[in-house]
């Protein structure tokens, strides 16, 4: 609806004032005759998304007596409109969209049977994101790359525990100069995501919930663009301010108050040395399917003995468009963490959760867990049925073992397909 109210002239503006043209005279007592305008204090007001009560002032260039004024608005946001004897006041409403919205103010004059007009635009700022997360649970970790022999930190922020059931995540990768490894956190300034790996950057960053039974991925976004800033707390801590765009168009904000420094990740891998893995008896090979993820259609392929004891490993892979029932197609897959077509998911852990790609070798009395951080893994359709996967991986330490292998076998294919 459209809002009109009576309002007085204003005998003086409070900010310097904008000229409009109108179309009446008056003739002031002594002068020659002149035009009366309608003078807004300004054109525009920007308005936080917050919304509240806000005004315009207004005179008139040469003052009447026995006026009267009005004024008039469209949208919806705006309401109770009102006078007094200097401004235009109106309410508007909190706003919970990410880019701005804007609309006009209609002011008339009346008096002496003569109109003035003066328009002024009412924009309200947007939230600037679409998907808000306040994080309550931070980690912080830093290790060196035994396949580049570069330090990086390792940054996860999630809005309950740390992989717990249902909850959301936003992980990121920092390549780092050796002397920022330290207890004091990551230092200052801000951090925008970029490929090349310098200093100053991020290389990967990703936002994920889990699901509410386990600790799986519910959905998955790979984040294409944007940053964090970093800045040091009077208590000790540091505040982390995070805006990023998805690769589904959408904003995502982060915001954490978090305690503590980097922790020193150490190498997980407790292979001793190269491992060619025995896998003739190994008749267990699970193929799920997860559907289109953020880059690629993702797999999860797990292969182990039936019975007792034997070597294992557990593959995340991405390929190019396919299903369930056409499967794996076949090429060679790259380690890597970029999710993209032709490449199988590095390993990685924190204090609470692993994910990714791992190999589980057998020795007497127990296993030697290890993520996968490089390698191939070759997937060949055979005209009978049968599917070899051949492999050439390798581990987390700091002078890394290969592990190889090939399997050959019926797989048995499961669909799980998530969103992301």
């Known amino acids: 609806m459209r809002h009109l109210a009576s309002i007085l002239f204003w005998g003086a ?68 409109l009102s006078v007094s004897d200097t401004a235009v006041s109106f309410v508007v409403s909190a706003y919970g969209e990410r880019d701005p919205r804007s609309s006009e103010v ?16 009412v924009e309200q700022s947007g939230l600037g994101y679409d998907v808000r997360m306040d994080a309550v649970d931070y980690q912080g970790l830093y290790t060196i790359s035994s396949s580049e022999d570069t330090l990086y930190a390792e940054l996860y922020f ?30 200052e300034g801000e951090y925008s995501l970029g490929a090349d790996g310098s200093f100053g950057t991020l290389t990967d960053a990703l936002y994920f919930t889990t699901n509410e039974t386990s600790d799986d991925f519910a959905s998955l976004t790979v984040l294409t663009e ?16 995070a805006y990023f ?24 891998s407790t292979i001793e040395r190269d491992i060619a893995a025995d896998l003739s008896d190994h008749e267990i090979c699970q193929a799920t399917f997860y559907g289109k993820m953020s880059r690629a ?55 609470t959760f692993v994910t990714g790609s791992w190999f589980t070798h057998y020795v007497r009395y127990g296993y030697c867990d290890t993520p996968i951080v490089g390698g191939t893994i070759t997937v060949t359709n055979n005209s009978d049925g049968t599917l070899t996967l051949k492999f050439d991986f390798v581990d987390d330490s700091r002078y890394p073992h290969r592990i190889t292998g090939e399997w050959t076998g019926r797989p048995e294919y499961w669909e799980d397909v998530i969103t992301g």
């Open 245 to 268: 765009t998805g690769e589904d168009s959408l904003v995502y904000y982060v915001g954490c108050n978090a305690y503590g420094g980097l922790e020193d990740l150490e190498a997980v």
């Open 106 to 121: 209609l002011v008339r004059y009346m008096y002496g049977g003569t109109m003035l007009t003066a328009e002024f635009v």
């Open 158 to 187: 999630s809005d309950a525990v740390l992989s717990s059931p249902g909850s959301t995540t936003l992980w990121i990768k920092v390549p780092l100069e050796n002397s920022e490894a330290s207890s004091r956190g990551l230092a």
């Open 13 to 80: 503006a409070l900010l310097l004032p904008l000229v409009l043209p109108v179309s009446c005279t008056e003739k002031p007592d002594g002068g020659e005759e002149q035009e009366n305008e309608l003078i807004l204090a300004d054109t525009a007001l920007t308005l936080p998304a917050e919304g509240g009560k806000f005004s315009m002032g207004f005179t008139l260039a040469f003052p009447v007596e026995g006026g009267a004024a009005n004024a008039e608005c469209g949208a919806d946001w705006i309401d109770g």
């Open 297 to 351: 259609w993702g797999w999860s392929i797990y292969v182990a003995p039936p019975v007792g004891f034997g070597d294992i490993f557990d593959i995340t892979l991405y390929s190019e468009e396919t299903t369930v029932d056409k499967g794996i197609p076949d090429g060679e897959y790259v380690c890597s963490t970029s999710r993209e077509a032709g490449t199988f998911y590095t390993g990685t852990w924190t204090s």
């Open 226 to 241: 944007g940053s964090i800033k970093v800045t040091a707390a009077e208590d000790g801590g540091y505040r982390y301010e």
